[in-house]
Each structure stands twice: as structure tokens, then as C-alpha cells.
């Protein structure tokens, strides 16, 4: 399975852009799925900016494969040519999840290929201001959030993390099958984030993001046919 999640989110400059991506999908990611337990990877183009971010995501089945060895540990061995890929990386954040539940929408036989997340995500990372805003939270997830998501058009499924490794505490992964999808059943409920009455707006304005989430991503690799 793939309970295990492993985020990393950045940008890169124009000039580097083209030799990057055909480093990552090419080289980078291949090796890390090499490697016992890894799942799946899928590498998003982040919409909404410059078009120069970009969310890469790695799964396993449990957090264990990727602390054994840790991200840490990984950057101690890597190859000039790695540490020099890397670096062109700008703002870089990650962290290592693990989840916590999940919804399958409408959709879910449209992941793939395989378990890979949909052709796009909408990813949010953040913490909250105490336990009783985790308790609203989770409630909220639990019985209107996922409800929601299960009968949404052009859903495919949502993640409810926990995050292991990183400055955050929660996470949430929403997949659909477009971006048009995306835009036309599941951004309007969005809006209640903006409105006190309703249980997302209170619960909302008790989340601190970290920078550059939410995010909304379509997918680069595995490609997209059409």
C-alpha cells in the first residue's frame, strides 16, 4: 500500500528549468523507485504562480522507507551531479507524512497508473493553534469534508496526513481527474473558508499554512496521454 508520503515542493529558475526536469524525470526519480518500498513518485507543475513550481511527490507503505535512510542520511551520499541538481532548487520545503484516513471519490478508478496520485492534486500542508482546533478539525474532515468528497464529480479521493517530519502538523491531498474538474465541482465549496457561519470558516482561519500552500498541481510524470 502507500500510507507513507514523502512531499517536496520548490521552484526553478527559467534558465534552469529544461535541464532540471529532464535530470528529475529521467534520472532522479527512477533511482528513488528503485529503492525497497517506494510505491510510486509523481512530479506536478504547481499552476497559479510564475510556472516554475513544482510539487514532487514520493510513496511508500509507511513512513519507515523514508528515514531508512532519512532525508539526511540520502543527502550525505548523493553524487555531485545530484547535489548540483538540487541546488537549483529555490524556496524548497518538504516533509514526510503519514496518513491518518482517506475518502475514494467518484473517480478513484481514474489514479493511476497504479496507485499513483490523479493527473491533478490540490495539497495543503499547515499546523493549528491547539488541541481543540484538531479536534473541530478532524471532526470537520470526518463528517462533511470526506462526505463531500465521496460523491463529488471529477473526484478521485482525498488523504488526511499527519506530518512525521517537517514544521507543520497536518496535511490534506485532494486528487481529481482535471484541472476543469477541479475548478467546476470542488473550488466553489472553497468559498465557505471565507464565510464564519459555516463549520469551514471556522475552521479555516485557525490553520497557518506553510508557504505556498495550498497548492494545485497538474501532473508532469508519469505523464498525462492527451
Known amino acids: 500500500m502507500d500510507r507513507g508520503l514523502w512531499a517536496i515542493w520548490y521552484e526553478i529558475?527559467?534558465?534552469?528549468?529544461a535541464e532540471y526536469l529532464a535530470w528529475f524525470h529521467g534520472v532522479h526519480i527512477p533511482e528513488k523507485l528503485a529503492r525497497p518500498g517506494y510505491a510510486w513518485a509523481a512530479h506536478y507543475a504547481l499552476t497559479g504562480g510564475d510556472g516554475h513550481a513544482y510539487l514532487?511527490?514520493?510513496?511508500?507503505?509507511?513512513?519507515?522507507?523514508?528515514l531508512n535512510?532519512?532525508?539526511a542520511q540520502l543527502a550525505q551520499r548523493q553524487s555531485a551531479e545530484t547535489r548540483?541538481?538540487?541546488?537549483?532548487?529555490?524556496?524548497?520545503?518538504?516533509?514526510?507524512?503519514a496518513e491518518e484516513?482517506?475518502?475514494?471519490?467518484?473517480?478513484?478508478?481514474?489514479?493511476?497508473?497504479?496507485?499513483?496520485?490523479?493527473?491533478?492534486?490540490?495539497?495543503?500542508?499547515?499546523?493549528?493553534?491547539?488541541?481543540a482546533v484538531d479536534d473541530d478539525l478532524g471532526a470537520w474532515y470526518a463528517q462533511e469534508r470526506?462526505?463531500?468528497?465521496?460523491?463529488?464529480?471529477?473526484?478521485?479521493?482525498?488523504?488526511?496526513?499527519?506530518?512525521?517530519?517537517?514544521?507543520?502538523?497536518?496535511?490534506?491531498?485532494?486528487?481529481?481527474?482535471?484541472?476543469a474538474a477541479r475548478d467546476a465541482h470542488f473550488a466553489p465549496h472553497e468559498a465557505d473558508a471565507h464565510k464564519p457561519e459555516t463549520?469551514?470558516?471556522?475552521?479555516?482561519?485557525?490553520l497557518t499554512h506553510a508557504p505556498g500552500s495550498p497548492m494545485v498541481g497538474r501532473r508532469l510524470w508519469p505523464a498525462v496521454a492527451g
Open 146 to 179: 470526506f462526505p463531500l468528497l465521496a460523491g463529488l464529480p471529477g473526484c478521485i479521493g482525498a488523504r488526511k496526513l499527519l506530518v512525521s517530519v517537517g514544521t507543520q502538523k497536518h496535511a490534506i491531498l485532494h486528487e481529481f481527474v482535471s484541472l
Open 69 to 71: 535512510p532519512s532525508p
Open 199 to 206: 463549520w469551514m470558516g471556522r475552521v479555516r482561519p485557525q
Open 101 to 131: 484516513s482517506r475518502v475514494d471519490g467518484p473517480q478513484v478508478a481514474q489514479r493511476g497508473p497504479g496507485l499513483t496520485a490523479g493527473t491533478v492534486v490540490q495539497f495543503g500542508c499547515y499546523a493549528t493553534a491547539s488541541s
Open 13 to 17: 529558475a527559467d534558465a534552469n528549468r
Open 56 to 66: 514532487a511527490m514520493f510513496a511508500a507503505a509507511s513512513t519507515a522507507t523514508f
Open 84 to 97: 548540483r541538481m538540487i541546488g537549483m532548487r529555490q524556496r524548497a520545503q518538504n516533509c514526510i507524512l
